[in-house]
């Protein structure tokens, strides 16, 4: 929860995830750089309270009693029990975790490249897919083009491309068309957080042979 992130969500984002209108998966990503950012954590609060000032002077609107009846038993209702997360679950932040401790993503890493393993969300949308990446320490990624909107946030250590270097918390936004080719720190493995709504697409020649690896599988 540091205050060194360089890389933020727009304020666009902030707005409409503070208005309760960005879909699920860049919902998902947003909230987890909020756990790092103290910087974004006070703009979306200043939006939240523009948000509530209008609300207060819009005019109320009727409802049957049984939508009423149905939203208070709701939140009379208990949390379900969920089992015992583990140091490393409760060190995620909590959109994360809770995805994780909700059995929601697979338990098992998948080996996608040499140097880097997934791990799926299930999010109960079909726009993104959102999973886990992560990097070996020092491991390069094959060199790839986006096909479609990424968002990514860094859960842990740091990568960098011909960019930039990223680290903890920071909030990326790929859009089509950019191509790089980003490499894991030497000090330690690097997990990312990321939503893709297209597969990514190897620039190597040789790229087609792993495009059944590639593909996405939004859920």
Not at 40 to 55: F, K, P
Not at 193 to 200: D, G, R, V
């Amino acid at each position: 929860m540091n205050n060194m992130t360089h890389f933020h969500p727009d304020e666009i984002m902030l707005l409409e995830f503070s208005a309760g209108t960005l879909a699920t998966a860049p919902s998902i990503c947003v909230s987890a750089h909020l756990h790092f950012c103290s910087q974004c954590r006070a703009q979306l609060l200043r939006l939240d309270q523009v948000g509530s000032h209008l609300l207060s002077e819009a005019e109320p609107l009727e409802v049957e009693d049984d939508v009423f009846d149905a939203v208070m038993a709701k939140l009379d209702s208990p949390a379900e029990s969920q089992p015992e997360a583990s140091k490393s679950r409760r060190d995620y932040p909590f959109s994360v975790g809770k995805l994780i401790n909700n059995n929601l993503v697979s338990q098992t890493w998948k080996r996608l490249s040499g140097s880097v393993d997934v791990a799926r969300f299930e999010t109960g949308q079909n726009d993104f897919e959102v999973a886990l990446h992560k990097i070996c320490a020092g491991g390069k990624t094959p060199k790839h083009d986006h096909q479609g909107l990424e968002y990514t946030v860094v859960l842990k250590g740091s990568f960098s491309d011909e960019s930039a270097v990223y680290r903890e918390g920071d909030f990326l936004v790929r859009q089509p068309g950019d191509v790089h080719q980003p490499m894991g720190a030497q000090n330690g493995e690097c997990i990312c957080l990321s939503a893709l709504s297209a597969p990514i697409k190897l620039t190597n020649p040789l790229g087609f042979l792993m495009k059944p690896w590639l593909r996405i599988n939004p859920m």
